[in-house]
């Protein structure tokens, strides 16, 4: 079946620094979705991407959905403490129910 | 709105006890999903629900069954449990269809099968 590879698998870095990470397939898909998992919580959505090349902002988060359609990224700028968490990329193949493919994650740690 | 809720948040079953879980979305979506979260592995479809009276089988159904009576609630059940159904478990809702998808997630529900 259809695979995604997030990378890093975790991430340890010190207030204000950027974050990047990212995802890529063997599959097209014709949407990319990053999502947040905080501790004992449900993912929550941060950003949604729907065409090759696009290039989405929501705040300090940042990400794009790569020209080949098989990869995106995601950054975070001047990290905060509160952006500690486990952040998931999806993709979604067309016409098969909504069905998303999830990455296995990264989780992130932010040290004040 | 209370959007997508799981009941119960926790639970402990013994090998070869069944249960049910419920999941509740007041948003007025299509389609429904269950998850199952592991570590290093992401998130795992079941199965999925794409209108009420129809369920269709995920990356890893064998182990479930779900109905989906009423277009608000996914019922995803467990007939003789396993410790390998020892996870977390999430169940999710959308409303769009066709190529964007947007799923809203509840907030899990523990499983330990001792």
């Known amino acids: 079946g259809q695979q995604l590879n997030q990378s890093p698998q975790s991430m340890f870095i010190q207030e204000g620094e950027d974050v990047s990470m990212n995802c890529t397939s063997s599959?097209?898909?014709?949407?990319w979705l990053w999502y947040k998992q905080d501790p004992g919580e449900g993912p929550v959505l941060l950003i949604a991407?729907?065409?090759?090349?696009e290039l989405t902002s929501n705040g300090r988060l940042t990400a794009q959905f790569g020209i080949t359609r098989k990869d995106s990224f995601l950054n975070i700028s001047a990290s905060i403490p509160s952006d500690v968490g486990i952040y998931f990329c999806a993709g979604q193949l067309g016409n098969q129910g909504g069905k998303l493919i999830f990455g296995q994650g990264t989780e992130l740690s932010v040290k004040p | 709105n209370a959007g997508v809720t799981q009941t119960p948040k926790f639970r402990v079953l013994k090998t070869g006890q069944s249960m049910t879980l419920l999941c509740a979305q007041d948003?007025?979506?299509?389609?429904m999903y269950w998850y199952r979260q592991d570590p290093g592995m992401g998130l795992r479809l079941i199965h999925y629900s794409v209108g009420e009276g129809t369920t269709a089988k995920g990356e890893v159904p064998d182990g479930y069954n779900v109905s989906r009576l009423k277009k608000q609630n996914f019922l995803l059940g467990l007939e003789s449990a396993a410790p390998s159904q020892t996870s977390v478990y999430f169940c999710a809702s959308s409303y769009t269809t066709g190529e964007s998808n947007e799923q809203f997630f509840g907030p899990g529900t523990r499983l330990t099968v001792l």
């Open positions: 599959s097209i898909f014709n949407t």
């Open positions: 991407l729907y065409k090759a090349g």
């Open positions: 948003m007025n979506h299509e389609y």
